[in-house]
């Protein structure tokens, strides 16, 4: 890693973090750029927990229009968790992002989760999208594995069906109307448009 790189650092402590400053990671991240000689040139500091996304880490949204636009080389960060507590599948999908911008990502307290070494970086990213691939799989296993159980119990998936008491002034409101349609039914009673369209999608 000899040639000088931009860095930008994101820090984050969540909300539920009693006594947690982002000073403690930043400190140790802005000596770690300046022994290797990259050039800090922004910080992205985040308070909020690290299991929301992009719309509700204002931070994390910046950084990643950032990158876009090729305002800095490497992101670094403290740890993984720290970057990112989405789960496997999200994660990787922002670590993705940040290489197809080009910008590469180094993890202070991690070495091995580091792409700003070109020797591991595509070993890295292969193994990661492997990762994020058998846990996706396990996710879709569990959720089919749920429904059949749902189903052998006899529940019932999906909406509840309509109250019987509606249908009937659904039914009313077809014969007192000379043009019905699923729109002026809902308006008229006061419901959604939806649930009109499932009672016609139901018995016709």
């Known amino acids: 890693m000899n040639k000088k790189l931009r860095v930008a650092i994101y820090a984050r402590v969540s909300t539920d973090d009693k006594g947690q400053e982002p000073e403690n990671q930043l400190r140790q991240l802005r000596v770690w750029c300046r022994r290797v000689g990259h050039r800090l040139v922004h910080e992205y500091i985040e308070y909020e927990s690290g299991k929301r996304g992009t719309h509700d880490r204002k931070q994390l949204s910046a950084l990643l229009a950032d990158a876009s636009r090729r305002q800095f080389d490497v992101l670094l960060f403290w740890s993984i968790d720290r970057f990112s507590r989405e789960g496997m599948v999200p994660t990787v999908l ?67 069906p309509l109250d019987h008491e509606l249908q009937q002034r659904i039914t009313k409101r077809l014969r007192d109307i000379p043009r019905p349609t699923p729109y002026r039914i809902a308006r008229d009673l006061g419901i959604d448009r939806k649930t009109v369209v499932k009672y016609f999608r139901n018995s016709f």
């Open 94 to 160: 922002h670590l993705q992002r940040l290489h197809s911008y080009g910008v590469s990502f180094h993890s202070y307290s991690e070495p091995y989760l580091a792409t700003d070494n070109e020797l591991v970086r595509d070993i890295l990213l292969s193994t990661l999208a492997s990762l994020a691939k058998l846990e996706g799989k396990k996710i879709s296993e569990r959720t089919k594995a749920g429904m059949q159980r749902v189903r052998a119990q006899g529940k019932h998936l999906g909406r509840p």
